[in-house]
């Protein structure tokens, strides 16, 4: 990682320091309370993860700058109720963005929601099986870190790899390519793990095919989801235009 604009990057050839700036504030560390089910201390675990605010309808000026309305977004599995195998469950109680060094509590309708059966997705319809993993983002370990499948990793140390890919409390660009384009969802190489599931994925300004619009570089196109179990270059977001909760915004 490389301070380049306002922001850390991993690959600082990959766009300009003022589209760094530029999307700096599209992303926010979300923190959820998890608190054990059946237990009546006060302890609880830090869930560690990423989302953001589509942008709504204008509400006028203060004083001088454009306000609009915003629509909270991440990926829903950071606000499911967690099974361990062996520590039992944890369900969020609370969830809140960090908003320039600011807590901001967000009221989810679906807080705690437990997954079931209905709730899988069969992305390709069936054409190309690639199965992605969703888990709850606890920190980068060296199991779950995901990046190019033609680099091995050395052995780090818990420490070693919170330094190397993710300062800690602090959001960090990831860069990469998107290898496919679904009906409402997209497959990327970008590096991720535990923690970015949530992080809104934005268009670069360098190194683009003719096919896109310049005005659309640092435009956000989708919310950064899971990855894939056993390839190391395979993530999966959600296409937000197309996605059915957003058609309406």
Known sequence: MKRWGFDN???TNAMSASM?????????????RLNPEGVTSSWWKKGHCHGGFLRKEAKGYSPTVQLYSVCPITAKHNLRTVSHKTKGVFKPTAASFTVEDNGVGV??????????ASDMLDLRAGMEARPAIA?????????TIMGNKNVKLPDF????????FALPDRLNIY???ILYVGQNFIESDINSFTVCSGAIVFLLDKNQPSSVDEADYGKAVA????????????????LINEHPVFKGL
Do not use: M
Not at 135 to 143: K, Y
Not at 157 to 164: A, S, V
């Open 175 to 177: 860069t990469g390519e």
């Open 107 to 116: 009221d989810w309708s679906d807080l705690a929601w437990e997954p079931n």
């Open 157 to 164: 140390k818990q420490d070693d790899i919170e330094r190397f």
């Open 223 to 238: 919310i950064h989801s899971a990855a894939h179990p056993v390839l190391t270059n395979q993530n999966y977001g959600f």
């Open 135 to 143: 888990e709850f983002g606890f920190g980068p370990t060296q199991q």
């Open 9 to 11: 990057v991993d690959d």
């Open 20 to 32: 760094v700036t530029e999307v700096y504030g599209k992303c926010h560390l979300l923190l959820v």
